[in-house]
Every structure is written in structure tokens, then in C-alpha cells.
T-cell receptor, first 113, second 113 residues
């Protein structure tokens, strides 16, 4: 099955700087890669996603890039703000069977004022 | 977007008792739902895939007799933690997929005392 690795586990950046979180996946057949933001005790919230037929997607301050050949994808947050502080998870969706979402280990992002 | 509702949001139970958690898709039908468990500061780990009208599929290492899953209708899946023990204390989250995207319930904080 799919295996997703996420780095770094913690990330601290100054307000206004950019943050980058990286994930790799193992199953070349996976075709959907969402990113979630989770605040303490809350459900994961989808912030951006990308499908395997696209190399990059941007939504205001958030962008995701996908390299299918290398099997890795990255989340880029620009002009970070204190409210960006949260735990971020990447995921990859299997294409076989029930099409499960497999999550990375998570990155705790802290934005320092 | 689609709405998935999970109930209860938190529960405290005595060791040895059973607890039932409900997951409903409010505005769409879901033949498949997923149950995750999340320990503090960890990622979402898939426990099982709930299939409407058939047996659930459990991930390796998850005891099917301890975590009973019933998916009796296209909008409701239930997870029953039987003979709960303190080590079962965790955050349980369900999800269902509407076309193209996964939607999560609010999560249930289970504390076994």
C-alpha cells in the first residue's frame, strides 16, 4: 500500500517569511494529493489539493507543487501570518480498492510575530 | 462543501464499558466511510474502511472484535469501542468522500477512566 513521508516535523518561521513542507509518496499510481490544516482538537481542514495531471496549483498565499517522477509534493505558504500556526498534514490517495487517504506524519508550523 | 457530522464530540467512559460513535453524511450518500484514530501529537491513522451493506475492512493491527463497525445505511456508519481501556483513549475521526474530496467529521475525544 501507499506510504507517505512528511518533513519537517516542526517548522518555525518569522511572520512574513515563507514556509515549505515536503512529502514523498511510494505508490506511483496515487493520483490525488490534498493538504490539510488541523488546529488542536479540531477536524482536518482541506487547504489545497492537487491531482496528478497538474504540476502546480496556487490559491492566494498557498501553493502546492507535484513532481510525479520523483514522487514528491510540497506545500508553500508565503507571507506567513500568526493564524497560519497549526499542524499541517499531506496525504496521498490510493487508486485501488476503497481509495484510502494515507497521511503523512504532520508538521507543526509556528509563526513567530 | 459536503457535511459529515460525528457524534458525540467527546465522551468519558469507565474501563470495561462500550462506547458508540456515529458518523453521518448529511447531504450526500456515502457507500464508503473511513475511521481514523489520532493520538496526541500524532498523525491520523486509518483504522478501518466502512462499507455500506458489507463487512468493514480493518487495517493491519486493528482488532475487529474490539472496534465494531456497522454501516447500515448510505448515510450512517457507527464505530463501537468494546470493553474500552485507558489505552483506547484517543481522538477518533470519521470521513466520507464526496466526488473528489474527503470530508471529515468533527471528531470524538474518547477518554477511558
Amino acid at each position: 500500500g501507499e506510504n507517505v513521508e512528511q518533513h519537517p516535523s516542526t517548522l518555525s518561521v518569522q511572520e512574513g517569511d515563507s514556509a515549505v513542507i515536503k512529502c514523498t509518496y511510494s505508490d506511483s499510481a496515487s493520483n490525488y494529493f490534498p493538504w490539510y490544516k488541523q488546529e488542536l482538537g479540531k477536524r482536518p481542514q482541506l487547504i489545497i489539493d492537487i491531482r496528478s495531471n497538474v504540476g502546480e496549483k496556487k490559491d492566494q498565499r498557498i501553493a502546492v507543487t507535484l513532481n510525479k517522477t520523483a514522487k514528491h509534493f510540497s506545500l508553500h505558504i508565503t507571507e506567513t501570518q500568526p493564524e497560519d500556526s497549526a499542524v499541517y498534514f499531506c496525504a496521498a490517495r490510493e487508486t485501488q480498492g476503497a481509495q484510502k487517504l494515507v497521511f503523512g506524519q504532520g508538521t507543526r508550523l509556528t509563526i513567530n510575530p | 462543501g459536503a457535511v459529515v457530522s460525528q457524534h458525540p464530540s467527546w465522551v468519558i467512559c469507565k474501563s470495561g464499558t462500550s462506547v458508540k460513535i456515529e458518523c453521518r453524511s448529511l447531504d450526500f450518500q456515502a457507500t464508503t466511510m473511513f475511521w481514523y484514530r489520532q493520538f496526541p501529537k500524532q498523525s491520523l491513522m486509518l483504522m478501518a474502511t466502512s462499507n455500506e451493506g458489507s463487512k468493514a475492512t480493518y487495517e493491519q493491527g486493528v482488532e475487529k472484535d474490539k472496534f465494531l463497525i456497522n454501516h447500515a445505511s448510505l448515510t450512517l456508519s457507527t464505530l463501537t469501542v468494546t470493553s474500552a481501556h485507558p489505552e483506547d483513549s484517543s481522538f477518533y475521526i470519521c470521513s466520507a468522500t464526496a466526488p473528489g474530496e474527503a470530508f471529515f467529521g468533527q471528531g470524538t475525544r474518547l477518554t477511558v477512566v
